[in-house]
């Protein structure tokens, strides 16, 4: 006989039990996009968050501003969302105090890739954009995995329906699968050429997605500061 056999002790199914699956995580399926261009930066993100067919907050806050030139774009677990920011901020306010100065985005892409590695073991259950401009004052943009590697990209969607918005902006801004005298090259990237991309993105992904919807917060980032805009989408 086997004793280490886990099929010698079943499971007690004594009448009115109940046994309840544990689930660390919880996913709020939204969605984060972000466009670097030459003097700017854009992201944006759907405040729905849903889980199943439950709709709860319609206007839950995904987009962080971490500084005056940097944007953090968060979609996944909410709680992880709100510590991994609050240990950010934490990082960055040390830096500031050492250094007598607001941390340069790329040495704040570094301090997040670090935050999130040392969670490793049981990892944020986060898809993070950080997007923002480097101290040439070029628009720059991170995208990061669950264990804190990141790229440099000119454009990124990720979290629920990031396979749904990547393909709009791999085709618009990165020019794939195009002839690119049709288009301007990204280097002649205007922001009100890449917010109406995001928005077709997003317009696009609402009709496959049911969990992408209601609007689209948008903050885009310029020397002069942060704006925040807002579109209007399908709402059900």
């Not at 261009?37 to 439950?54: E, L, M, T, W």
């Not at 749904?164 to 801004?173: A, G, H, R, S, Y």
């Amino acid at each position: 006989m086997n004793y280490l056999d886990n099929q010698q002790f079943p499971d007690d199914n004594a009448p009115g039990v109940k046994h309840e699956d544990s689930q660390p995580y919880e996913c709020d399926r939204s969605s984060i996009v972000a466009i670097a261009g030459n003097d700017f930066a854009i992201v944006a993100a759907d405040p729905r968050s849903s889980k199943g067919c439950d709709m709860h907050p319609r206007n839950e806050n995904k987009l962080f501003q971490l500084s005056a030139n940097a944007v953090l774009a968060s979609a996944g677990c909410s709680c992880d969302m709100l510590a991994l920011t609050s240990s950010v901020k934490t990082r960055m306010l040390m830096y500031e105090h050492a250094y007598s100065k607001t941390i340069p985005i790329d040495v704040l892409a570094q301090m997040l890739s670090m935050t999130i590695y040392n969670w490793r073991p049981f990892s944020y259950f986060v898809s993070n954009i950080l997007a923002g401009l480097n101290p040439e004052g070029k628009g720059v943009v991170y995208s990061y995995d669950s264990i804190g590697n990141f790229i440099k990209r000119n454009c990124v969607a990720g979290g629920f329906a990031g396979t749904l918005l990547q393909p709009v902006l791999d085709n618009q801004i990165d020019l794939k699968n195009v002839k690119s005298d049709h288009f301007d090259s990204p280097s002649d990237l205007t922001i009100e050429r890449a917010v109406a991309i995001v928005s077709d993105a997003f317009i696009s992904a609402i009709e496959r997605d049911i969990y992408t919807g209601d609007s689209v917060q948008i903050k885009i980032v310029t020397k002069n500061g942060i704006e925040v805009k807002e579109l209007q989408l399908l709402q059900d």
